[in-house]
């Protein structure tokens, strides 16, 4: 089959299209002929050589985490799923591979897809999806009139906590670049603000921060009004050992502590996921589209900044 694969660490010309067996289907598993996927930014990291105590050294490696399609064959002992049922999910935040035609994995790891969007626009909203549900309602705990901070808020993550922020009742503030100001007003924020030009300090106080960004924690830290909660879902790669840190020295001293988590949805969260989508609370943004050919293209499109929303890597 087709995937997306690269043989040493390195830019985004590193990644080329190649061949790789289909996956065996092993008892309790599935085998989803791929859609689309999406880019995300670990896998960026990933391919530069970032993560490399995490990914390792055997190459050639897979790059995709999200998918969406349709289930090509049900392996035995699986219950409740049929040929040709149309679903999305992700492999893990630590396992890639999905930017290829085919991807095994448990019923736990998907869940059926809307059925008012196409699998491209699907794709677009998982893993931002699951990761804004996760932080605002468990980890932070938002209500209705608290005021939110999005940073990052016209990329894949910070697209999707916008809506669901404005969807959870919170009066929303987002940061992003001056090119899309009008776009993240269009997802509902509030009030939108030009990070290039607004410096932390002028802000104000918020009871939650939702940071995609992964720099400067301690300075929007020092936002939060009491009893105030900050998410980060990632943090400075290229300061590695100070950034992850702070973030851990935060959990422990002083009232106003960082949550950071990388989790591994379930079926239960995309279902979830789902039903948002279906409501119209979320809607999908796709940037751009790429084949398979160009997930090089797509990398240095997510590198270079300025996303709105997600890049999708069409496959069928």
């Known amino acids: 089959m087709r995937a997306a694969l690269y043989d040493r660490y390195g830019p985004p010309e590193v990644l080329h299209e190649g061949k790789v067996p289909v ?4 008892p309790g598993e599935v085998l989803v002929r791929v859609h689309a996927a999406s880019v995300n930014g670990g896998e960026l990291a990933g391919r530069a050589g970032k993560l490399r105590l995490v990914t390792g050294r055997r190459f050639p490696m897979r790059t ?3 998918f969406a399609g349709e289930i090509a064959e049900v392996g035995p002992s699986v219950t409740g799923m049929r040929e040709g049922d149309r679903v999305w999910g992700l492999l893990g935040r630590t396992t890639f591979g999905s930017a290829a035609e085919y991807v095994a994995v448990r019923p736990r790891q998907i869940a059926p897809a809307p059925d008012s969007l196409t699998l491209v626009q699907a794709v677009s909203l998982l893993a931002g999806g699951t990761t804004s549900i996760t932080a605002l309602r468990d980890k932070a705990r938002l209500k209705p009139g608290e005021r939110l901070l999005v940073r990052g808020a016209s990329g894949g ?17 987002a940061l992003a670049g001056p090119k899309n100001l009008d776009f993240v007003r269009g997802l509902g924020a509030d009030e939108v603000l030009d990070y290039k030009t607004t ?4 802000l104000g106080a ?21 009893g105030g909660r900050m998410v980060a879902i990632t943090f400075d790669v290229e300061n590695l050992l100070a950034g992850v840190s702070y973030i851990l020295g935060s ?9 950071f988590f990388s989790g591994n949805p379930r079926h239960e969260l995309f279902a979830e996921l789902t ?3 279906q409501n119209g609370d979320i809607r999908p943004v796709v940037d751009t589209v790429h084949p398979l050919a160009r997930i090089a293209a797509a990398h240095r499109a997510l590198e270079a900044g300025g996303v709105r929303g ?7």
């Open 23 to 26: 996956p065996d289907v092993k």
């Open 64 to 66: 995709g985490i999200d």
């Open 157 to 173: 993550v910070g697209s999707v906590a916008v809506q669901l922020g404005k969807a959870f009742g919170a009066h929303v503030t």
């Open 199 to 202: 410096h932390s300090s002028g």
């Open 206 to 226: 918020f009871d939650v921060i939702m940071d995609t960004v992964g720099t400067q924690h301690p300075a929007y830290r020092r936002l939060l009004a009491p």
């Open 251 to 259: 959990t422990v001293h002083g009232s106003r502590r960082v949550r």
């Open 275 to 277: 039903r948002y989508a």
């Open 310 to 316: 997600k890049h999708v890597i069409q496959i069928v």
